[in-house]
C-alpha cells in the first residue's frame, strides 16, 4: 500500500493541502505550528479502522464548521480485492508516472483508489472510496480499512501491546475475526482454571460475593445459583484488549517509553512486510541519540526489501537529520491556512550533515567559509550580553563552505525560510545577488571586492591591525608571518624586524601595508591550508579584536555591515 497525493480541506490549522508524495521514507520538518503533527493526523483519520470518532467544533479549520472537513488519500499498491468489481474496481482511477490523477485509468497508469473522510457540520462522519465521476462513492467499512495496515506510532503506545482491535500485535496475529476467536478461548479457558481454585483462596472475593447475593435478595433479586467470583469472557475481548503481551510476568506496557517505541516500531516494520503506512510523530521522542541513530538505520536499510511499506515521520531533533539524505526530507510551511510540503535541493546536503539544526531554524545565516562563521559566532557572544543572541532569535549559523554558500543560500530560501548570506565580494556569485536579493536572501558582502580578511586590515584602526599580525604571529611565528607580509610588499622581510605597531613608520604607504597584511592573511599557505584565519576558533579571536575596535570603526564599511547584520539577526526580515 502506496499512499500518492494527500488532499486536506478545512481540517484544523490547514485550510487547504495538496501533496503528491514521492518516496517510501519521508521526514517531516519545519517550525512550530506549521502542521506537520496535522498531517500525520489527517492521514490516520483517514486510513483508521476505527468505527467512530470524536470530533468536535475546533477540527475545523479556523472552528468554522460551515463546510465540512474533506480528507483524500489516494492511495496505490492495492490488494487485488480492493480492484474487483465487487469492492471498489467501478472507482478505480489512475495515476501517472508523472504525478498527474486520471479520473479513469490510462495505459501505463498504476491503479488508485481514492478514499475520502468527510466530517458534516453536524459532527456526522463518512468514509468513502470516491472519484469525479461518482462523488459520493461507495462507504469504505472500517474492516476494508484495517486491511490497509496505517498504523500511528505516537505518544500512546499500550494498545499496541494488546491483541485489540486496530493494533499492531492483532495484525501479526491474522485476521481480527480469528484472533476474537482466540480471545474466546482464552477466556473459557480462564474461566475453567478457576473452577479449581479452592474457596480459601479467594475468602475477599467470595465474602463480596455473598454479600451481593444477600443485599441483593433484600430487594427482592434472588440468585439463580450461588454468586461466586468468576471471569467474564466478555472483557478478555479484541474490543477491550484484555490480553496482552507480556515480558515474563510484567506487562510491556511496564517498560520505558523508549524501549516500548522501538518494539513498536519493530512490530510494525514486521507487518509492514505484506504491505502498510507507518506514521511516527517525533521520532526522536524518548530515545537517547545511539538508539535515534540505530532505529533510523534499520527503516531505511528496510526500505529496499519492503516495497509495500511507506513511513512518514516528524522530527525537531538534529540527530535525526545528521542520519538522513536530504531526499528523505520534506519541509512543511503554512500561510494564510494553506500548507505547502516541498522536497529539500541536493545543494544543502553538506548542510545537513554539519549543521543539521539549520533545516528546524526559523532564519538561517549562511556563511561562506569558516573566517565568516567565526566571526559571527564571536559577534552573537557579544550580542547576547546586552541583547537577543542568535539562537534568541531563531537562527541558525551555517557554513556555506565557499563557493557553494550563495547555492545554498538560495535553496534555504525557496523552502522559505528567511536567509543572510554573509560573503567576500572577491570573487562572482553563483547565483547572482540579483537572483538572491529576488527570491528573499539577504546579502551582506564587503565592499572593495574584498575579502573579510582584507576588509579588516583596511578599517581597523593602525592599533588593530598590529594586533590581528600579532594574532597571527602568537600561532605561525613572528618569522613566518613577516616573510609573508614582505612577499606582498616586495621587499625583504629585514624591513619589518621592529613591532607591528611602529611598521607604519617604515616609509612605505599604510594603505599598501594594510593591503599587504589582509592579502597575506588571506591568502598565505600554511601547511594544507591558506589563509591564516580559515579556523573558527582563530576566526573566533580575529573578531574579538574587531570588537575591541568597533567604536572607532563605526563609520567604515566593516562596522555598518556588522550593523546590519545585527539589524536583519534581530528584526523580522
Not at 493526523?41 to 463546510?67: C, G, H, M
Not at 614582505?486 to 622581510?493: D, E, I, K, N, S
Request: charged share 30%; with cysteine.
Amino acid at each position: 500500500m502506496k499512499i500518492r497525493r494527500i488532499r486536506i480541506e478545512r481540517f484544523r490549522g490547514i485550510k487547504e493541502l495538496q501533496w503528491d508524495v514521492k518516496g517510501d521514507f519521508m521526514c517531516l520538518i519545519g517550525p512550530g505550528d506549521s502542521t506537520k503533527s496535522t498531517v500525520l493526523d489527517a492521514i490516520e483519520l483517514a486510513l483508521s479502522p476505527r468505527w467512530n470518532v470524536q470530533f468536535d467544533d475546533t477540527d475545523f479549520y479556523n472552528a468554522k464548521t460551515d463546510e465540512p472537513i474533506k480528507i483524500t488519500i489516494t492511495v496505490g499498491d492495492l490488494p487485488e480485492e480492493f480492484k474487483s468489481d465487487a469492492k471498489y474496481g467501478y472507482l478505480t482511477r489512475g495515476w501517472s508516472n508523472s504525478g498527474e490523477l486520471h479520473d479513469e485509468p490510462e495505459d501505463h497508469d498504476e491503479v488508485v483508489l481514492s478514499m475520502q473522510l468527510s466530517v458534516e457540520p453536524s459532527l456526522e462522519q463518512s468514509w468513502a472510496v470516491v472519484n469525479d465521476r461518482n462523488p459520493d462513492g461507495k462507504q469504505m467499512t472500517a474492516k476494508d480499512r484495517e486491511k490497509l495496515g496505517c498504523t500511528r506510532l505516537g505518544d500512546f503506545l499500550d494498545r499496541h501491546f494488546s491483541w485489540s482491535r486496530g493494533s499492531i500485535l492483532s495484525r501479526l496475529t491474522g485476521e481480527a475475526d480469528s484472533v476474537a476467536s482466540i480471545l474466546a478461548d482464552a477466556g473459557r479457558a480462564a474461566r475453567a482454571a478457576l473452577d479449581d481454585v479452592p474457596s480459601d483462596k479467594l475468602p475477599k472475593l467470595r465474602q463480596a460475593a455473598l454479600d451481593a447475593e444477600r443485599v441483593g435478595a433484600e430487594f427482592g433479586v434472588a440468585a439463580t445459583s450461588d454468586y461466586r467470583p468468576y471471569l467474564d469472557v466478555q472483557t478478555v475481548s479484541l474490543g477491550l484488549g484484555g490480553l496482552s503481551l507480556h515480558d515474563g510476568a510484567v506487562p510491556l506496557r511496564r517498560a520505558g517509553l523508549g524501549t516500548r517505541r522501538l518494539l513498536a516500531v519493530a512490530m510494525q516494520r514486521e507487518v509492514a512486510k505484506a504491505g502498510g503506512i507507518t506514521l511516527i510523530d517525533e521520532i526522536e521522542h524518548g530515545l537517547e541519540p545511539h538508539r535515534i541513530r540505530h532505529l533510523l538505520r534499520v527503516l531505511r536499510s528496510a526500505k529496499d526489501q519492503q516495497r509495500s511499506a511507506q513511513v512518514f515521520m516528524t522530527t525537531h531533533a538534529p540527530v535525526v537529520l545528521g542520519e538522513l539524505d536530504v531526499d528523505q526530507l520534506r519541509v512543511v510551511r503554512v500561510k494564510d491556512g494553506v500548507t505547502s510540503v516541498q522536497a529539500v535541493d541536493t545543494a544543502l546536503q553538506p548542510i545537513v550533515r554539519k549543521v543539521s539544526e539549520a533545516l528546524l531554524a526559523r532564519k538561517v545565516l549562511v556563511c561562506e567559509g569558516k573566517t565568516e562563521l567565526g566571526l559571527c559566532r564571536r559577534l552573537d557572544q557579544w550580542w547576547g550580553t546586552s541583547g537577543p543572541s542568535f539562537s534568541f532569535a531563531g537562527i541558525a549559523l551555517a557554513d556555506g563552505e565557499g563557493s557553494d554558500a550563495p547555492l545554498a543560500a538560495k535553496s534555504l530560501a525557496d523552502l522559505g525560510y528567511r536567509v543572510a548570506l554573509l560573503g567576500d565580494s572577491d570573487k562572482p556569485l553563483d547565483p547572482d545577488r540579483l537572483l538572491l536579493e529576488s527570491v528573499g536572501v539577504r546579502v551582506v558582502l564587503w565592499d572593495g571586492g574584498m575579502a573579510l580578511e582584507e576588509r579588516i586590515a583596511c578599517d581597523l584602526p593602525w592599533e588593530g591591525v598590529a594586533a590581528v599580525v600579532r594574532l597571527a604571529m602568537d600561532f605561525y611565528g613572528e618569522q613566518n608571518v613577516r616573510d609573508a607580509i614582505a612577499h606582498r610588499m616586495g621587499t625583504a622581510a629585514t624591513e619589518f624586524a621592529g613591532p607591528p605597531l611602529d611598521w607604519r613608520r617604515l616609509g612605505c604607504k599604510e594603505s599598501e601595508l594594510r593591503r599587504a597584511i589582509g592579502v597575506a592573511a588571506k591568502k598565505h599557505k600554511v601547511g594544507n591550508r591558506t589563509g591564516w584565519f580559515k579556523r573558527v576558533d582563530l576566526a573566533e579571536d580575529l573578531a574579538g579584536i574587531v570588537i575591541e575596535f568597533f567604536d572607532a570603526i563605526l563609520d567604515k564599511d566593516l562596522g555598518q555591515k556588522i550593523v546590519h547584520l545585527r539589524e536583519w539577526a534581530q528584526g523580522d526580515g
